[in-house]
């Protein structure tokens, strides 16, 4: 009699099976063994930006005991730094961890999942992304080239990098051979830059030989291990540039549909745990960096006022080329520029007053 | 041949089972049904604060396919609200979402799990806890305490409330009946304030008929559902007592020892994403909130220098006082401290350096 019941139970719930094995059975299915490949357009000494995405596939697995694996490699290793969007594409790897601004030649679109120039700092990045509609907008963009997206990791504002000679005038940006990529070089031509493309291994070299005059990279964690401070001692800030930085990883959308629920959960989740801790990571280690680098030699340096506001008046002219040149471009500029403008006026009346007070209790480095 | 060399393998593996079955019972145990319960300190109706716990709860049931489900509860309907410690505590529920600064008369170090006057701001705040020995140093007290705990929710910085007079000397500060509790309470007992511990529902009804002089809450979007501006119209910034406030997920010892790994990295995680969130909501519902206040006659009001600075210095003060009295608070305050002190410096070369340009790019309210 309990046995015709429970048979009867078992074949209204589908009739996956009988006795013991049916509701295991089941949750094998919830649990089924996934590998993905990620490539990073990153080396594995970035301890925080390479670290996060390793800490993603690290709580993945966790979290599905083991059932969801995600092996991640180094640029170079499965495919070059910048074509790791195109593997992500076209399938050659499930996933990539990368920087969106890399692609801004696709279109100049690309820029809005990283950083830019005069745009969000990590605090209205993250509102933007999570809460402001700013994730849906890109994937809906990032849809049309065939990936989809989360964010991992945030470096907060970076320094403007290391310069052979003082920047005083605007006038002492012409003819400044810079290394510096992406919609700030864009930016900076207006003003008379010359922007150089050259890999984190070859700034060193070139700017120590002169062949060019300064180098901008992230801020005092990881610059420091490249010793630029020993080539070139003026340090500037702030990085307008990158007043935060966000990685992404980029996902082929059919991998993705291919995922159980509780995966992509997983996914999401690990995500936005790697995002938060990133900034945190660099926040830790920055100061301490900063103070080494100063001991060393590095002279800290402000970008005069008419640099910074000649820069502003350059990025808001290039804003208005790109929306003119891309659809794309313009569709996120008009409702992203409108956000950042709500988030500066509420950050007058809380975060700013109360972090200038505090500026002023402490002696400056 | 097939069948054997499979029977020989699984017996190598530990022999758990044999055939179909063997893996999926294995799984079975990673995945055990477990019930939480979990205790709110906040109404339903704060659906960030609150809303951060809930997503906890959706995340966790979605990551473990439904088998780790936790039900959470608002104030009053299991604990009232300021005793969602003690029912951790004594095991009435496995977990709790609260203010760990409503406990500091069981001891002052309770303070810094929320907020220190003049302390941390949101992204300080983070880096302490997820990467500057923060969230360690809190367990290590709360274990004492007979709790264990994860961060859940950040507020951002918050305002300073809602006065009928304006404040225009640290004078007017004297004989002020203020709605305000904790350290920040015993910060301005010090500049002969009259503090005054209300629930959030007496607000409005003692400031109308003049019981109370002024009221802190949270921020624009909290405070405008209690409709402070119409019963007071001065709207002070910044909140020095909290440059940013956590909530956190108090959790028994016992029930968090009782999860299996998988368990135990699903609510890590998810309180991480929960933490970020929070913010996020906070910073997009804040400047459409604080410009419905300032159209519907509120006055926004900075406080002078000199309140800002006696303030400063007496809350220095009490932190002495308070290091001579608990020997908890002194271990936490110390490191504490000094990890302010760092953040602060380093915001000054990057943080405050592009969020004060960009501040001029905008006009005010």
């Given at each position: 009699?309990?046995?015709?019941?429970?048979?009867a139970?078992?074949?209204?719930?589908?009739?996956?099976?009988?006795?013991?094995?049916?509701?295991?059975l089941?949750?094998?299915?919830?649990?089924?063994?996934?590998?993905?490949?990620?490539?990073?357009?990153?080396?594995?000494?970035l301890?925080?930006?390479?670290?996060?995405?390793?800490?993603?596939?690290?709580?993945?697995?966790?979290?599905?005991?083991?059932?969801?694996?995600?092996?991640?490699?180094?640029?170079?290793?499965?495919?070059?730094?910048?074509?790791?969007?195109?593997?992500?594409?076209?399938?050659?790897?499930?996933?990539?961890?990368?920087?969106?601004?890399?692609?801004?030649?696709?279109?100049?679109?690309?820029?809005?999942?990283?950083?830019?120039?005069?745009?969000?700092?990590?605090?209205?990045?993250?509102?933007?992304?999570?809460?402001?509609?700013?994730?849906?907008?890109?994937?809906?963009?990032?849809?049309?080239?065939?990936?989809?997206?989360?964010p991992?990791?945030?470096?907060?504002?970076?320094?403007?990098?290391?310069?052979?000679?003082?920047?005083?005038?605007?006038?002492?940006?012409?003819?400044?051979?810079?290394?510096?990529?992406?919609?700030?070089?864009?930016?900076?031509?207006?003003?008379?830059?010359?922007?150089?493309?050259?890999?984190?291994?070859?700034?060193?070299?070139a700017?120590?030989?002169?062949?060019?005059d300064?180098?901008?990279f992230?801020?005092?964690?990881?610059?420091?291990?490249?010793?630029?401070?020993?080539?070139?001692?003026?340090?500037?800030?702030?990085?307008?540039?990158?007043?935060?930085?966000?990685?992404?990883?980029?996902?082929?959308?059919?991998?993705?549909?291919?995922?159980?629920?509780?995966?992509k959960?997983?996914?999401?989740?690990?995500?936005?745990?790697?995002?938060?801790?990133?900034?945190?990571?660099?926040?830790?280690?920055?100061?301490?960096?900063?103070?080494?680098?100063?001991?060393?030699?590095?002279?800290?340096?402000?970008?005069?006022?008419?640099?910074?506001?000649?820069?502003?008046?350059?990025?808001?002219?290039?804003?208005?080329?790109?929306?003119?040149?891309?659809?794309?471009?313009?569709?996120?500029?008009?409702?992203?520029?409108k956000f950042?403008?709500?988030?500066?006026?509420?950050?007058?009346?809380?975060?700013?007053p109360?972090?200038?007070?505090?500026?002023?209790?402490?002696?400056?480095?």
């Open positions: 009699m309990e046995r015709r019941k429970f048979l139970t078992s074949s209204v719930a589908g009739g996956v099976a009988v006795g013991m094995a049916a509701p295991a089941a949750q094998t299915s919830n649990q089924p063994d996934i590998r993905w490949r990620c490539a990073s357009s990153y080396p594995k000494t301890h925080t930006i390479y670290g996060a995405m390793e800490m993603v596939t690290k709580r993945v697995a966790e979290l599905t005991n083991g059932h969801f694996r995600i092996s991640l490699h180094a640029a170079g290793e499965l495919l070059p730094a910048l074509q790791v969007l195109d593997g992500v594409q076209n399938g050659t790897v499930e996933a990539g961890h990368s920087a969106s601004y890399f692609y801004i030649g696709k279109d100049p679109a690309f820029g809005f999942g990283t950083a830019m120039p005069f745009g969000l700092n990590a605090r209205a990045q993250n509102a933007w992304m999570y809460e402001g509609g700013g994730l849906e907008m890109l994937n809906e963009f990032y849809a049309t080239q065939g990936v989809t997206s989360l991992v990791g945030n470096t907060g504002a970076q320094m403007a990098g290391w310069y052979r000679k003082e920047i005083k005038t605007v006038a002492d940006l012409v003819g400044l051979k810079f290394r510096v990529g992406g919609l700030a070089g864009m930016v900076l031509t207006k003003l008379g830059v010359v922007p150089q493309q050259l890999a984190a291994g070859d700034i060193y070299p700017l120590e030989k002169g062949v060019i300064a180098a901008e992230v801020g005092p964690f990881d610059d420091q291990r490249l010793g630029l401070n020993k080539v070139a001692k003026y340090y500037y800030f702030p990085g307008w540039w990158e007043g935060s930085a966000t990685l992404t990883m980029f996902i082929n959308p059919k991998a993705w549909d291919a995922l159980p629920p509780s995966y959960a997983a996914l999401q989740v690990a995500s936005a745990e790697a995002n938060q801790w990133c900034t945190a990571k660099y926040d830790v280690g920055n100061p301490t960096a900063l103070r080494q680098l100063v001991a060393g030699g590095a002279q800290l340096r402000s970008f005069p006022k008419p640099v910074m506001q000649a820069s502003f008046k350059a990025a808001e002219t290039l804003y208005q080329e790109l929306s003119d040149k891309s659809p794309a471009f313009k569709k996120i500029y008009v409702p992203w520029k950042r403008d709500e988030q500066l006026m509420w950050a007058q009346f809380c975060e700013a109360f972090d200038n007070f505090m500026a002023g209790t402490i002696k400056r480095v």
